[in-house]
């Protein structure tokens, strides 16, 4: 009778989620491919807007920085989120909860506030632009691959570290065939968050990219300041679509290893 | 001695200003089996830490084969440890596991495959190469632990606590396996344990260890039969542990009772303490023996009663064949060769004495 009942709800809560968080994009994802300019009225199916698209050298453009500040900026973040991470979780625990608020307080603090706060520390030292860009979102993805990674180094097996060591493995080598490979997965995750939030960032973005350089979401919206075209429907599919693609591959990650471990138990 | 592989000289070592290690000295020997014993605490993994090179001691020297390594990091030694438990590396499958040592030293491929059936082949473990470690039982784990280690042919095998995790029936099992394989590839092992059954059965040497001092060492017959004071003698084996004044030689007063001992050299009326084991306390009719006492207790251990007597304000322990009645009054005899005498100490470990007192 319980059992019957929470079904319910937790069926009855999914729906709602798609509901209102997936029927807007399903829209957007029909509307991509609508004939017609109107919004309201579907004329039949058309891939005339993707074309258009890949034709749109402005596009292409911010599309390629887009994807060279997320990769780039999650791959950096992850090197130094790893290694704050190592170090925090060594760290007495005082300075330990101090430097976890100190890390969670950039996440939680509105994105205004931060792209403000950058673009004026940034011009103190470079011409606002790529870099400036991409130093921001190194800025605000470090805290992500900290919490991803964490909790791995928390769990980690500290004795097979000294057991390599004890089988002839110099300190660097034990690090990174034994410690990384613990790691790994807590990485993985980071990496996919640091990246995804990369790609959505606009606000940062657009505090801190100067004239010139466009992201997607940048250029989105001046596009869509000079009147919304379907274009924008299609790009936004797109993103939509590489966003899901990949936060798919990153929870599917975690999971598969966590049934293979339990498939040992 | 020519033939001492491992030398430790004075070897000193606090954590957060507690003394661990106190001036440690020891020497072992090639192919020995040293069995480090001692209660929890005492030091003996940091110890085989310091002999591993894992821990820098605060002063002393550690000596390899004549030289000093005292300062060498633990992958320039030719010694290998067996970790207690959860030292195997779980993203690797059994051969990876063995083969690891191998691969960092570069060998060629043939040559590893090789020793890596063979050394599964030692531990019994014959076929098990492509399985992941997370799947293996704890005996089995230790098992591919040890071979781990042997593959690389250390000089030297330092055991941890190796069969801490396992079961009565398995720790006997894996113990003979242990012996077995000493046997076979002849190298020195350290071993460490709080077991002292363990400690008794396998080893050629035992160092008793507590509060960082060594406390006696000697093969385990001597260790059990000669215990030289009051805390090895309650550490190994059950003892009956009571004051006593040496009147003369070969005279002891215990509870005000003259007995007849065999130890000579004391001082007139010096206190000593007095070790009798249960094993060698003889059950007599009232009258019969040095003093009477009242059966308080008897419990059936399979092979023999555990039988208690009081007499006056001590409770003796006795082991015996045969029952007695609870309540009955008996008398307890003693051969004279079986009392062991010991000077009291007058070190630190004094109130470990006072305690068993
Ligand atoms: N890295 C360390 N930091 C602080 N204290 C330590 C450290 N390593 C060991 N100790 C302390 O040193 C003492 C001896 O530890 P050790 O591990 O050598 O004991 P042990 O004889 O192996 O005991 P057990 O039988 O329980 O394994 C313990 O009190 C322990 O708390
Ligand atoms: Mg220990």
């Known amino acids: ?265 | 001695m020519g033939n001492i592989i491992l030398e430790l000289r004075g070897i000193s070592k606090s954590f957060d200003g507690k003394k661990i290690l106190d001036d440690l000295t020891l020497d072992i020997e090639k192919n020995e089996f040293v069995t480090l014993l001692g209660p929890s605490g005492c030091g003996k993994s940091t110890l085989l830490r310091i002999i591993g090179g894992f821990v820098k001691p605060d002063s002393g020297q550690v000596f390899f084969e004549g030289q000093d390594i005292t300062l060498l990091p633990p992958e320039k030694r030719q010694v290998h440890t067996v970790f207690q438990k959860y030292s195997l590396f779980p993203h690797m499958n059994v051969s990876d596991n063995i083969a690891f040592g191998l691969k960092l030293k570069k060998k060629p491929k043939e040559y590893i495959n090789e020793k890596v059936r063979y050394a599964l082949h030692l531990v019994n473990m014959d076929g098990y190469g492509d399985r992941m470690t997370t799947s293996l039982s704890g005996g089995q784990q230790q098992r591919i632990a040890i071979a781990r280690a042997i593959v690389n042919e250390p000089k030297m095998l330092l055991l941890d606590e190796p069969l801490g995790a396992l079961d009565l029936k398995l720790r006997h099992e894996m113990q003979r396996e242990l012996m077995r394989i000493k046997h076979e590839v002849g190298i020195t092992f350290v071993y460490v344990t709080h077991d002292q059954e363990e400690a008794l059965t396998m080893s050629d040497r035992i160092v008793v260890m507590n509060q960082g001092i060594i406390q006696q060492m000697g093969t385990s017959k001597s260790i059990y039969d000669e215990p030289q004071n009051a805390f090895v003698a309650d550490f190994i084996g059950d003892s009956n542990i009571i004051n006593g004044i040496m009147l003369k030689d070969r005279l002891v007063l215990i509870q005000g009772i003259e007995v007849e001992c065999v130890d000579e050299g004391f001082d007139a009326n010096e206190p000593v303490d007095v070790v009798i084991r249960p094993e060698d306390l003889i059950i007599g009719t009232k009258g019969s023996g040095f003093t009477n006492g009242i059966v308080t207790n008897l419990i059936y251990k399979g092979a023999y009663y555990d039988i208690s007597v009081t007499a006056g304000t001590h409770e003796w322990s006795v082991q015996s064949n045969v029952p007695a009645a609870v309540n009955s009054e008996v008398s307890l005899s003693i051969d004279p060769e079986n009392i062991q005498i010991m000077r009291k100490p007058k070190s630190s470990d004094e109130e470990v004495i006072d305690k068993l007192g």
């Open chain 1, 1 to 265: 009778m319980v059992d019957k009942l929470t079904d319910f709800i937790s069926r009855f809560y999914v729906a709602i989620i798609a509901v209102f968080l997936y029927a807007p994009i399903a829209v957007l994802i029909v509307l991509s491919f609508n004939k017609s300019r109107s919004r309201v009225v579907w004329e039949g199916f058309t891939l005339d807007w993707y074309i258009s698209l890949i034709h749109n050298r402005q596009i292409q453009s911010a599309l390629m920085t887009t994807l060279a500040l997320a990769f780039l900026s999650a791959f950096i973040s992850l090197i130094i989120g790893t290694a704050a991470a190592l170090g925090i979780s060594s760290m007495k625990r005082r300075s330990h909860r101090t430097m976890m608020v100190l890390t969670n307080i950039p996440m939680l603090n509105a994105d205004i506030v931060t792209g403000i706060a950058l673009m004026l520390w940034m011009i103190q030292f470079m011409p606002l632009g790529f870099n400036s860009v991409l130093l921001s979102h190194i800025t605000f993805n470090i805290p992500y691959v900290i919490l991803a990674v964490l909790p791995k180094v928390k769990m980690m097996n500290l004795s097979i570290y000294n057991a390599g060591r004890d089988l002839g493995a110099g300190p660097l080598r034990a690090f990174f065939m034994l410690i990384l490979p613990q790691l790994k997965d807590g990485m993985l995750s980071g990496f996919f968050m640091a990246f995804t939030m990369s790609m959505d960032d606009f606000v940062i973005t657009y505090f801190t990219k100067g004239a010139g350089v466009n992201t997607l979401s940048t250029m989105i919206y001046g596009e869509i300041r000079k009147g919304i075209k379907p274009e924008m429907y299609a790009l936004s599919t797109i993103i939509f679509t590489v966003v899901f693609g990949v936060l798919l591959v990153a929870n599917g990650n975690t999971i598969g290893t966590k049934e293979r471990k339990r498939g040992y138990e």
